[in-house]
RNA sequence: GCGAAUGUGGUGGAACGGCAUACACAACGGACUUAAAAUCCGUCGGCGAAAGCUUGUGGGUUCAAAUCCCACCAUUCGCACCA
């Protein structure tokens, strides 16, 4: 007779065991078939863990622990992306050293995760605010910068008027900033770059070698946004490099009617004499400076602009001359800062036309120019178009393109909306980056042998009000002499954005004790690319494209054997609150995983979380759901009284079988929750036979050992097995499961009629003499003639007339 | 506006183009119990008198559609004047 589950003292037996055993550290013996099996590492936050954060992590601890059973030597790290702003934020407030914070609430995740039963090798735990990672940080920043890859530029920022920090595009959610929700405003400054942009090609075009969930590669080239067309350059009196332009529809230059430049384009002030309402102008750019880039797509419904009066441009193609306008619905951040307007085919120039009394022309035939702007374009034929007339736009875009090229005022040009990476943070608590500033000498790096730059210690760690970070005001590391003339020097004072340290972490789990260099090429040649990397959509765009372009950048300069980082890349669901809304504070909704794992067990939570629903589906949390799951361990655990005899049992092999092949295709393909599902199936099954015998429970505890660890390595060891971490993955065996009987649907003319059970392996013709002499079909072929007799899988349709 | 995803019982969800609703939750009934909990055993989508109809709506392809195609509606997420 069994005593009760009581999964405390199993969990924590269990964990002790697998801690003494070291049984999930990876092992450095490079002959072995490897698996490296990735979750995003948390930041600590002060909150501790809630139910949504061990979604994706079970579901790959499923797949690690899996994995170890069938062979493979498992690499399944986990760490700490331990700098960041709300640390910061809490050190401001408290006065309390941000290391400090963040030691205390690193032992407070990995306490947590242990409670989980994860199965991380602990042994290879980084944390990217400690010197030994965040050397090998800044060193990669330095050979960016010796590459030419990073570069300092004066230039509008988004800054947060809370936070005091400039944000990076990314980082700006409706004109607000992303952490704390304050209003954004732009400001200039002088700033660290990283060029991203020199990879855009690649980080397109190297997907095709890659797994990712479509919809990850669909926004990954959304947000990169490469589009091609062509530059071309329009003549202006008075201007003479002219006014280029860059537009994907070269085709449609003859339906040019005007231009319009974008409030800041230089060639307002060059012309500024010649402008004879340059006041209006002026006061037009006064005005759009003051919108912030939110704004001026809020207000995108009404378009404004004032035109340049005085200023003709030449549209090449007809030589005639076409007026100018200035207008804030173009960007100068984007192409060349000027447009030729084609309102007959594109809406926004149609709006504009309309609403200034501007010519349209059509010159793709197919729509109704009298009613909006014909966009649907892609395919037409060329009118009005002068020497491409009649041409379709494919051919109609390569001529006009050629014969731009040929005049010297025009070329092919490809086009990205990805902009280049923002770099500087003016915040204390991020890696330093490691230059000085000579005046002599310019920007320059310190030598390798002083990495790591270290923070120095402070005791306000409140950022200045100009917005510059804390380090500002620690005069004496600021001040030190230049690695190249010696000359006195100062050090750079901004930090590097959370996104540098977890643009690479994956790679020094590899070799994470290693002080000669990032990681050893041995290790890093066995470990990648990493085989499957799970994390949330909400950093597709932003950490999952950082850490490519330093994966291909490390690639270029030899570091790492492999263009990719990432062999397979999914994205789990959120789990929201009970009542449907996103987990938060301020809902006073959130579950906390410390009290289930208390009440009911980590097995229980492990299981709920994986049975929930379909892996990247977003689904709420459900009280009861996971008493369900709490219920199927502890009819599981009662199997233990239910065991009799030895071997696999014919009448159970089927069943038996089928549960094995169900849970190991269902691991591989992420269903989670079906693969749960067989296991309760099969339970049931043998609860109705009343019977199990040990060898069938040893097999069925080592398919749920993914799911709840625990439960199923105790059961196990009470049967007298050896622990399960030592075991290995069960096959199932396909004649097992092959049945002498099988129930066919008979369907008439598509529609159901009845069931059959027939021995298997009948011909067609045979099977089809069965249904017609079965008189219980009789009804529905009598008098008719059978046109058709399909049997396929359990299925048999007769078509009759 | 553009892009992506989703739409199946009271609920979470199953279903390589092949018997829609597996598995669970909730509900209900029974056994056990002095009683309750726990447990075990059962019942359990809707409409229709019935034949039947029914996977957001309407079309299409097919012997056969939740599944593929087209249009539409709804919800969610992302981007948003990108020329």
Known sequence: MADKYDHIAIEKKWQHTWDEAHCFEAKDDYSLPKYYALIEFPFPSGAGLHVGHPRPYTALDVIARKKRLEGYNVLFPIGYDSFGLPTENYAIKTGEHPRLVTERNISVYRRQMRTLGLSFDYSREVSTSDPSYYKWTQWIFLKLYEKGLAYKAELPINFCTSCKVGLANEEVIDGTCERCGAPVVRMKRSQWMLKITEYADRLIDDLDQVDFAERIKTSQRNWIGRSIGAEATFAIDGYPEGLKIYTTRPDTMFGATYMVVSPEHPLIDTLNDRITNIEDVLAYREQAAHKSDFERSELAKEKTGVPLEGIYAINPCTDKPIPVWVSDYVLMSYGTGAIMAVPAHDTRDYEFATKFNLPIIEVVAGGDISKKAYTDCETGTMVNSGFINGMQVEEAKKNVTEWLEQKGIGRKKTNFKLRDWLFSRQRYWGEPIPLVY???????????????????????????????????????????????????????????????????????????????????????????????????????????????????????????????????????????????????????????????????????????????????????????????????????????????????????????????????????????????????????DIYANGSITRDELHTLLILLDPFAPHIAEEMNERLGFKPIYESSWPKWDDSALVEDTVELGIQFNGRLRGRMRVPVGLSDDELERLVLENPEFAPWHEGKTVKKFIAIKNIVNVVVV
């Open 438 to 684: 000579c005046e002599h000498c310019g920007w320059t790096p310190i030598p390798e042998e002083e990495l790591p730059l270290t923070l120095p210690e402070m005791a306000d760690y409140k950022p200045a009000d100009d917005g510059s970070s804390a380090l500002s005001r620690a005069t004496e590391w600021i001040n030190t002499t230049c690695p190249k003339c010696g000359a006195p020097a100062e050090r750079e004072i901004d930090t590097m954005p959370n996104w540098a340290g977890s643009s690479w972490y994956y790679m020094r789990y590899c070799d994470p004790h290693n002080d000669k260099c990032l990681a050893s090429r041995e290790a890093l040649d066995y470990w990648l690319p990493v085989d499957w990397y799970n994390g949330g959509m909400e950093h597709t765009t932003l950490h999952l494209l950082y850490s490519r372009f330093w994966h291909k950048f490390l690639y270029d300069i030899g570091i790492v054997g492999c263009p990719e980082p990432y062999s397979k890349r999914t994205s789990h669901g959120m789990i929201l609150a009970e009542d449907g809304r996103k987990m938060s504070k301020s809902f006073n909704n959130v579950i906390n995983p410390d009290s289930l794992c208390e009440s009911l067990g980590a097995d229980t939570v492990r299981t709920y979380e994986m049975f929930i629903g379909a892996f990247d589906q977003t689904i709420p949390w459900s009280t009861t759901g996971v008493m369900g799951c709490r219920r199927f361990l502890d009819r599981v655990w009662r199997l233990l009284e239910m065991v009799d005899g030895e071997g696999e049992r014919k009448e159970m092999r089927r069943a038996l079988h089928a549960c094995i092949k169900k849970v190991t295709e269902d691991i591989e393909r992420m269903k989670f929750n079906t693969a749960i599902s067989a296991m309760m199936s099969f339970v049931n």
